[in-house]
């Protein structure tokens, strides 16, 4: 039997508020957990529990010296998002953990960035009932133009909590 996991009940119940206020009350939550991502200030648009979809706005903080938003703040997005979507969907008593990052910037970004990542039902079926394992989470990182400066491959496994 798996554990009821608090941040999934916590997106169920924000995902009954119209989306302005859904949107802000994960994007808060997650800032407040994920110190690194509130200093940049990405934001949690959306989530239906199977994707989710996340924004770095391009922003001082989050820029690079040409004033597009930097590769580090574009890896931090795709890694926020994908562990997001893994993190609702383990039970409680499971611990995500990045195990890959493969990135290859391939364009150069303009604007904002947005990552929507998605988990199948298999992998879904997989992370709630098996006690270790990894998934090989799709992500998909556009500029506000619709281009994909940068292409990801996000393995994340899960351990037993101690």
Not at 56 to 75: D, E, F, L, P, R
Not at 106 to 133: C, F, P, W, Y
């Amino acid at each position: 039997m798996t554990s009821i996991n608090p941040l999934r009940k916590f997106v169920d119940k924000v995902n009954q508020y119209p989306i302005w206020v859904s949107s802000k009350l994960m994007t808060w939550v997650f800032r407040y957990k994920v110190k690194l991502a509130g200093t940049t200030g990405i934001e949690v648009l959306r989530t239906d529990g199977k994707s989710a979809t996340y924004r770095q706005k391009n922003k001082s903080k989050a820029q690079n010296h040409i004033g597009s938003v930097h590769a580090a703040a574009m890896a931090l997005l795709a890694e926020s998002c994908t562990g997001f979507i893994v993190g609702i969907n383990l039970p409680a008593d499971k611990l995500p953990l990045i195990k890959t990052m493969n990135l290859n910037y391939v364009k150069r970004a303009t604007g904002d960035m947005t990552a929507v990542a998605s988990l199948t039902d298999e992998q879904i079926n997989l992370m709630q009932t098996t006690d270790k394992g990894e998934v090989n989470v799709k992500v998909v990182v556009q500029d506000e133009t619709g281009i994909e400066p940068l292409i990801c491959e996000m393995i994340w496994a899960w351990v037993p909590k101690r």
